[in-house]
């Protein structure tokens, strides 16, 4: 059975770094073809996508918000971080872990998410 | 980048009536080598994350109610249900994975008349 989760701060000041951590079990990211993935959703609005990690460390990023974007992966724990630098109230979201099985598939399973507030 | 774009933003259909959301894509998303077009439709409820529907346009996830459906090809497509029913009330989402980034239609809300 394959899970994940976002664990990180529910509240960030603006100009502030989010650090997010998708711990996932019941695959390894060191199997071929497999990606992690970030896709975010401001409340009442679509989903948008972030960045994607592949298992050889391929990298893709948004490219509006490349700038601000890491994401890196830990494959002995399991998990896939992504920081966001300069934080706006704009970025005020629900934060989605992904998984996708190989290259070029769709998403198969979702973290159940993460809010995350930006105010001061 | 590739735009997905829904129609309607909202729809309201009776129980065990046709519901159609069409997703049109900015770009060609069939891939030639393979003949495949990577779109994917997701179900989203109130407080959940998505849930895959739909993908390579027209494969359904395991587990999906025959009565959801997905066609098309190229740049246009289309999610159906074809008797809806209450627990299909939830926000659906086109999505293309050709190329990155992956981007998502803006969602179509489907109701219960």
């Known amino acids: 059975q394959i899970t994940l989760k976002e664990s990180g701060p529910t509240l960030v000041k603006p100009t502030q770094t989010l650090t997010l951590t998708c711990t996932f079990s019941g695959f390894s990211l060191s199997t071929s073809g497999v990606s992690v993935g970030w896709i975010r959703q401001p409340p009442g609005k679509a989903l948008e996508w972030l960045a994607l990690?592949?298992?050889?460390?391929?990298?893709r990023y948004r490219p509006s918000l490349k700038t601000r974007l890491t994401i890196t992966k830990d494959t002995s724990k399991n998990q896939v971080v992504l920081t966001m630098t300069n934080m706006d109230p704009v970025d005020t979201a629900t934060y989605y872990c992904?998984?996708?099985?190989?290259?070029?598939?769709?998403?198969?399973?979702w973290g159940q998410g993460t809010l995350v507030t930006v105010s001061s | 980048d590739i735009v997905m774009t829904q129609s309607p933003d909202s729809l309201t259909v009776s129980l065990g009536e046709r519901a159609t959301i069409n997703c049109k894509s900015s770009q060609n998303v069939l891939y030639s080598s393979n003949n495949k077009n990577y779109v994917a439709w997701f179900q989203q409820k109130p407080g959940q994350p998505p849930k895959l529907l739909i993908y390579w346009a027209s494969t359904r996830d395991s587990g999906v109610p025959d009565r959801f459906s997905g066609s098309g090809s190229g740049t246009d497509f289309t999610l159906t249900i074809s008797s809806l029913q209450a627990e299909d009330v939830a926000v659906y989402y086109c999505q293309q994975y050709y190329s990155t980034p992956y981007s998502f239609g803006q969602g179509t809300k489907l109701e219960i008349k």
């Open positions: 990690i592949y298992w050889d460390d391929d990298k």
């Open positions: 992904t998984h996708s099985l190989d290259y070029g598939d769709p998403i198969q399973h």
